[in-house]
C-alpha cells in the first residue's frame, strides 16, 4: 500500500523558515518524479517545486525560486522541502505528490497534506 507522509508544517513568523518532509512507501521511490504543491483557502492546488528521479534535477515556481529548495534521499525514501524567508502568502496545505509508471500505466500518488501557516 502506497504511504505519503507529510510532517514539518506549522506556525511561524514572517521571514522564518520551515522544513517539510514526505516519507514514502510502497513503490519504487527512486525511480518517481517528486514533488510538492500547495493549495490556499479559495485558491486551486499549484505546483511548488519537482524533482526527477533520473538526475535530481529541479524545477520550481517562478515566484518561489530561490526561497525554496527540494531534496530528496532516495535510501530513505524521502523528498524534502526547505522554506526560507517564509511570507504570509505561502500559507497553505503542502502536499507531497509521487509520479511514475506501474506496470507501465502512469500513477500520481498524493499525501494528506500538512498546515503551514506564516502569521505574526
Known amino acids: 500500500q502506497v504511504h505519503l507522509v507529510e510532517s514539518g508544517g506549522g506556525l511561524v513568523q514572517p521571514g522564518g523558515s520551515l522544513r517539510l518532509s514526505c516519507a514514502a512507501s510502497?513503490?519504487?521511490?527512486?525511480?518517481?518524479?517528486m514533488g510538492w504543491y500547495r493549495q490556499a483557502p479559495g485558491k486551486e492546488r499549484e505546483l511548488v517545486a519537482i524533482?526527477?528521479?533520473?538526475?535530481?534535477?529541479?524545477d520550481y515556481a517562478d515566484s518561489l525560486r530561490g526561497r525554496f529548495t527540494i531534496s530528496r534521499d532516495n535510501a530513505k525514501s524521502t523528498v524534502y522541502l526547505q522554506m526560507n524567508s517564509l511570507k504570509p502568502e505561502d500559507t497553505a496545505v503542502y502536499y507531497c505528490?509521487?509520479?511514475?509508471?506501474?506496470?507501465?500505466?502512469?500513477?500520481?500518488?498524493w499525501g494528506q497534506g500538512t498546515q503551514v501557516t506564516v502569521s505574526s
Open positions: 524533482i526527477t528521479n533520473t538526475d535530481g534535477t529541479t
Open positions: 505528490n509521487a509520479k511514475g509508471r506501474k506496470f507501465s500505466v502512469p500513477v500520481d500518488y
Open positions: 510502497g513503490f519504487p521511490f527512486s525511480r518517481y518524479v
